[in-house]
């Protein structure tokens, strides 16, 4: 069973820059597709950044490209958060798919583990 928890995030000023981690503690190689995801405050929960490890494919919103970077090594999935903005402000969350099948890379319902969450607030 995968198990997910979440860390790094924090208060910054807009301009600075944060690095979640997203621990699988059951390492379950066998996970391909991870990603970031994000829930400001009253909005619906939105994809930041996909890492399929099948061929090191990675997908940003747009909202992010430029600025922030997902990786993995081994049993933890990262994301580098640089240049940050108040609208960077939200709950995320460290996601993986599990099972087979058709996946929407951006859609959580083709997410099967999720983990607690960590909060990002950014000030002007």
């Known amino acids: 069973q995968v198990q997910l928890r979440e860390s790094g995030g924090g208060s910054v000023q807009a301009g600075g820059s944060l690095r979640l981690s997203c621990k699988d503690s059951?390492?379950?190689?066998?996970?391909?597709?991870m990603g970031w995801f994000r829930q400001p405050p009253g909005k619906e929960r939105e994809a930041v950044a996909i890492?399929?490890?099948?061929?090191?494919r990675t997908y940003y919103t747009d909202s992010v490209k430029g600025r922030f970077t997902i990786s993995r090594d081994e049993d933890t999935l990262y994301l580098q958060m640089n240049s940050l903005k108040p609208e960077d402000t939200a709950m995320y969350y460290c996601a993986a798919r599990t099972r087979v099948g058709q996946i929407y890379y951006f859609n959580p319902d083709d997410y099967d583990s999720w983990g607690q969450g960590t909060q990002v607030t950014v000030s002007s």
């Open positions: 059951s390492y379950t190689y066998r996970i391909s597709i």
């Open positions: 890492l399929d490890s099948t061929g090191g």
